[in-house]
Structure formats: C-alpha cells, structure tokens
C-alpha cells in the first residue's frame, strides 16, 4: 500500500536568526523566524510525511504554545516523525522538497542538504530530491521578506511476515 502526502511551510525572516534549510545553515544577514529553528524545509518535509498517513501536522505533534520544542533543531523532529512513520510500520520511498527563496542563492548548498536530510532520515540520497527556486521577485519571497517551502513524500507499507 502507497501513500502520499503533501507538506508546506513559510516563515518570514529577520535579522538576527540563522538561515538553516535542510538542516545546513546558510550565510546570509537574515534567517527564518520560527518556534523552533525554524528550518522551513524539514518543517514542509515533516508535514508531508505526516499527511501521508493523515496524522495531523507538525503544530500538532510540536505545538509553538510547548516550550520543550522552542529554538530546537528541526532534525530532532523529523526523527521524532521518522520513528512514527516506522512505529506505523511504513517506510519513505522518496521526498521532493522545492526551496522558494529570492536571497541567497542556494544551488551550491543542494548536495549539503540532501547528504543533511539523508543522514536524519537513514535513507539514500538518491531517494531525496531538493531543489531551489525564486518568484521572480514577486510577493514576499520575492522582495525577501519570507521564505518557503513545498514538499511531497511517497510511503509504502513494510511487509510485516
């Protein structure tokens, strides 16, 4: 059995945070502001995956209101998920994750974040497709105010014998 699910994030950024996406952190004078790290990437990639198996969302698992998960690393959450998904007996075939950005540009970080995500997850980078786009700056990622993120994940039921 397959199942597939659909993520999607965006945080405004300010100065004073660190740009984190995918787990890498990226020089830039601003970064996300989030709960957590605010890692929009993982945050769009963990909802997918929750959708995948209609659990909910990441604010229902890691709510802003519990102050356990303030300022923590979205990779400890993602193998909060990840040990979900395997507890429901589920395995991830791939994730495709889309990066909406103006500033910086962030191609030359994509292997760094797929090896990140890879390694967080323990599953090859060949499953794990990350990639970056502008728009063209129109809206707020556009004129850098905001930043991002669309995801899709692809399960599929472990055979259990």
């Known amino acids: 059995m397959y199942r597939i699910g659909n993520g999607y994030d965006v945080h405004r950024l300010v100065e004073g945070r660190k740009l984190i996406l995918c787990g890498v952190e990226i020089p830039h004078p601003t970064g996300e502001l989030g709960h957590s790290d605010g890692d929009v990437a993982i945050h769009a990639i963990m909802d997918a995956l929750l959708g995948a198996l209609a659990l909910g969302d990441i604010g229902k698992h890691f ?3 519990d102050m356990t998960y303030a ?86 039921k472990k055979l259990v014998l």
């Open 63 to 65: 709510p802003d209101t």
């Open 71 to 156: 300022g923590i690393d979205s990779k400890i959450l993602l193998k909060k998920v990840i040990n979900l998904i395997n507890s429901k007996c589920y395995k991830i075939i791939n994730i495709d994750c889309i990066i909406v950005l103006q500033k910086p540009k962030i191609k030359d970080y994509i292997d760094a974040m797929r090896k990140s995500l890879s390694e967080c997850m323990c599953l090859d980078m060949e499953c794990i497709s990350v990639k970056a786009t502008t728009e063209e700056k129109l809206g707020f990622t556009g004129n850098e105010s905001g930043v991002k993120s669309y995801a899709v994940a692809l399960l599929h």
